[in-house]
């Protein structure tokens, strides 16, 4: 059986799916509001809702592989992580 997240976009006339690797940790405290939080900024940029749910899939995930792995349950992601990403690229 594949480990496979998979969510669906419905625009009112079609579905888009979007799939990625299903990423092994427990520190996905928060991933609902971070996500939620990713599309409204796009959107707010003037990003099409299709934009702006792939830029925030690409931010979630980023934010789950970065998950902070604090406390003694389940940990929060990181809504840094695509910040610090881009901080180690310009520090090369």
Known sequence: MENIAAELLYNGHEFTEFRA???????????????????????AHQKTVLESV?????????AIQAGLAI?????????????HRRDS????
């Open 71 to 83: 406390g003694k349950g389940y940990g929060p992601a990181n809504p840094m992580a695509m910040l």
């Open 21 to 43: 690797q299903r990423i092994d940790t427990k520190n996905t405290h928060g991933t609902g509001c971070i996500f939620a939080s990713a599309i409204a900024a796009n959107l």
């Open 54 to 62: 792939t830029a925030a899939e690409h931010f979630i995930t980023a």
């Open 89 to 92: 690229r310009t520090a090369e």
